[in-house]
């Protein structure tokens, strides 16, 4: 299988300050990656799309300038959280699509607390 | 809207004891169903994709099968190893847009 990195594990900031997480694809190019939402035993919920080279499309009620996107390069994607507040604190997960076989392969995850 | 209901929340099973986790769909234009499991704090991970009724895969102790209204996530003589969230989404169309359910907790005691 595919390795899709995604760090860090976990952060702990304060509320106000801007936190990036980052997503790489270890083995294989992605030209599309996903960011997902997370809450204490709810469903994976997606963010938004990220397209290598474009700007991301964002999921209705997504606000896109609080969760910065960018892809930059193919095997690389990063989510940025700007002014987090409490109401952040979740678990974020991203996944690259390996268009070979076009199987969506995630990362670990990163538990973000906003205190 | 496409949605996914996983049955049930959660299942118990001693070790050894066989059984199904249940995953009903409603999309229009299916395009493909994945089993994923999730370990605590982990993302999930890939166990199967089916693309049409009738369709079955096998992993180890797991068999998923697909039907145009729900898939199946059969596990047979599982083992404590085997204890995680079970999850199934689905998509349609080109954008690999995926749509999860919210899972089942499966406890396999020794």
């Known amino acids: 299988g595919a390795v899709v990195s995604q760090h860090p594990s976990w952060v702990i900031c304060k509320s106000g300050t801007s936190v990036k997480i980052e997503c790489r694809s270890l083995?294989?190019?992605?030209?599309?990656m996903f960011w997902y939402r997370q809450f204490p035993k709810q469903s994976l919920m997606l963010m938004a799309t990220?397209?290598?080279?474009?700007?991301?499309?964002?999921e209705q009620g997504v606000e896109k300038d609080k969760f910065l996107i960018n892809h930059a390069s193919l095997t690389l994607s990063t989510l940025t959280v700007t002014s987090a507040h409490p109401e952040d604190s979740s678990f974020y997960i991203c996944?690259?699509?390996?268009?070979?076989?076009?199987?969506?392969?995630f990362g670990s995850g990163t538990q973000l607390s906003v205190l | 809207e496409d949605q996914v209901t996983q049955s049930p929340e959660a299942l118990r099973l001693q070790e050894g004891e066989s059984s199904s986790l249940n995953c009903s769909y409603t999309?229009?234009?299916?395009?493909?169903l994945f089993w994923y499991r999730q370990d605590p704090g982990k993302g999930p991970e890939f166990l199967f994709t089916?693309?049409?009724a009738g369709e079955e895969k096998e992993k180890e102790r797991l068999k998923a099968t697909l039907t145009k209204k729900e898939s199946f996530l059969h596990i047979t003589a599982p083992k404590p190893e085997d204890s995680a969230t079970y999850l199934c989404?689905?998509?349609?169309?080109?954008?690999?847009?995926?749509?999860f359910g919210k899972g089942t907790l499966l406890t396999v005691n020794p």
């Open positions: 996944s690259a699509m390996k268009n070979v076989d076009e199987k969506l392969f």
């Open positions: 083995d294989f190019q992605a030209t599309t």
């Open positions: 990220s397209n290598e080279g474009s700007k991301a499309t964002y």
């Open positions: 999309v229009s234009g299916l395009r493909g």
């Open positions: 089916l693309y049409s």
């Open positions: 989404a689905v998509h349609r169309g080109s954008n690999y847009k995926l749509t």
